[in-house]
């Protein structure tokens, strides 16, 4: 696990020994073939923990391969206050520059094995049609989707439910969709 400690005004970033060895083994089993259900399986028999103390899942698998802080860089950018009044944080999905700092700090997977990794994700993402942002399915539209859209109304904030069709069909309110965007 990434850890920062501070000592005075020098932050100096350490890992974790026993979270290193998972998350190399992670990439190196998902590298040879293996698939993320299967790693999440091994992990949970090994008794090994999430970072905050959970058991381990396909997700949580698929962001640490995801994650591009085990290459050493830092992308800057994933999201952003878009105003500093509400303090709403938003999911730069394009709107805003993204900026990728290589070999910010010391990596724990090698550039290689992190390309073929990456490559794998994206292979397997397209062959089964998920796209990289689930939420750009949703329709803002409270009438598309399904005949009784536009009709139900949420009983908390007010605004019209709609169908969110990303893997799985959930209804959602139009205010909850934007809140994700």
């Known amino acids: 696990m990434f850890r ?14 026993s979270f290193t060895y998972s998350a190399l083994s992670i990439f190196y089993r998902y590298a040879s073939g293996e ?26 698998v698929r962001h640490i391969l995801r994650n591009e802080k085990y290459v050493g860089d830092v992308l800057f950018q994933k999201s952003y206050i878009d105003n500093p009044l509400t303090h709403k944080k938003i999911y730069n999905s394009g709107q805003r520059d993204r900026y990728l700092l ?14 073929l990794v990456q490559k794998m994700l994206t292979e397997k993402a397209k062959k089964y049609k998920v796209k990289s942002n689930e939420l750009e399915n949703i329709t803002e539209s409270p009438t598309k989707g399904t005949p009784y859209a536009g009709f139900i109304r949420c009983p908390y904030c007010g605004h019209y439910y709609i169908v969110a069709t990303t893997i799985k069909v959930r209804w959602i309110t139009i205010k909850e969709s934007l809140r994700d965007l």
């Open 4 to 17: 920062f400690i501070k000592y005075s005004s020098i932050r100096i970033f350490t890992l974790s020994g």
């Open 35 to 60: 698939g993320c259900t299967s790693i999440a399986n091994w992990l949970n028999s090994m008794d090994v923990k999430t970072g905050v103390g959970s058991i381990w899942n396909d997700t949580k």
């Open 102 to 115: 290589q070999n910010a700090h010391p990596n724990i997977i090698d550039r290689n094995t992190w390309n």
